[in-house]
């Protein structure tokens, strides 16, 4: 699903016309308003995969425990016990989340290892998966990708997932679903060849409009997916940066840089 990137883009967002997004409203109350807390929330459903993707890779869920350690970071996330440690340098809420859950992985450890030690505790805890990762077939083959750059793969699919699922509705809407559906494997890179007289009988236009019609479905998905990024920036100037991070991490080149 990374064709599409890989296409230069005239449709540039107009200046202002992502001024208000949800990681800038999270960001102006450093989530202390109802309608901050209100698009963390939104933005921590839409990205929990992202989320459950690292704690498997990084070895978290050799007990079945990943979901409940993720119900429990995002739980405290949207209490707000995360935002004296909030990072403002990039603004994005893509490194925010990873930088605040390896904060609460490491502060979820420590507090175990001190119950150990205080003999406060000999039942099983799902942070011991922390200690039994360093020798556990989770590192075993060198070759996986690392945990990082793995959720900055989820995210990515994650972010066009979203944007490819706003298309849908959007022609939808527009009375195009059958199109949709038949040109779907155009937008996402999986098709660039066929019988396309075939496909235009299908879709029910003519085959010289065919390849028109393409173009213009595959640079409004590019404007979908720069609109769902923007929802994770406080800067819209950005979206052409985390737009290059997100082909680089689907590229499978290390991972996007945070």
Not at 144 to 170: H, K, N
Request: hydrophobic residues 35%.
């Amino acid at each position: 699903m990374t064709d599409f990137l890989s296409t230069p883009s005239r449709d540039r967002p107009e200046p202002g016309r992502f001024a208000t997004t949800c990681w800038t409203q999270v960001l102006a109350s450093r989530g202390d308003s109802s309608e901050s807390r209100e698009a963390l929330s939104e933005l921590c459903e839409h990205y929990y995969e992202p989320v459950l993707a690292y704690l498997r890779r990084a070895g978290y869920d050799r007990r079945g425990d990943a979901r409940d350690l993720a119900h429990d970071f995002f739980a405290e996330l949207l209490r707000g016990q995360q935002f004296d440690h909030l990072e403002r340098e990039k603004g994005r809420f893509r490194s925010y989340l990873l930088g605040a859950l390896k904060h609460f992985l490491s502060h979820r450890r420590s507090h175990d290892q001190a119950q150990k030690r205080g003999g406060q505790s000999s039942e099983f805890s799902l942070n011991e998966t922390g200690v039994e990762m360093r020798e556990g077939p989770a590192l075993a083959d060198v070759r996986a990708t690392p945990p990082d750059a793995w959720f900055d793969q989820q995210w990515a699919m994650t972010l066009l997932s979203r944007a490819l699922a706003a298309l849908e509705s959007e022609c939808n809407a527009e009375g195009n679903r059958t199109q949709f559906e038949h040109l779907n494997p155009w937008l996402t890179g999986e098709a660039e060849h066929g019988d396309q007289a075939a496909l235009a009988e299908k879709v029910g236009i003519p085959a010289n409009t065919l390849k028109s019609t393409i173009h213009r479905l595959r640079r409004r998905f590019r404007q979908t997916v720069k609109a769902e990024i923007a929802r994770t920036l406080s800067d819209a100037s950005d979206i052409d940066g985390e737009m290059a991070a997100l082909f680089e991490a689907l590229g499978g080149g290390g991972g996007a840089k945070n």
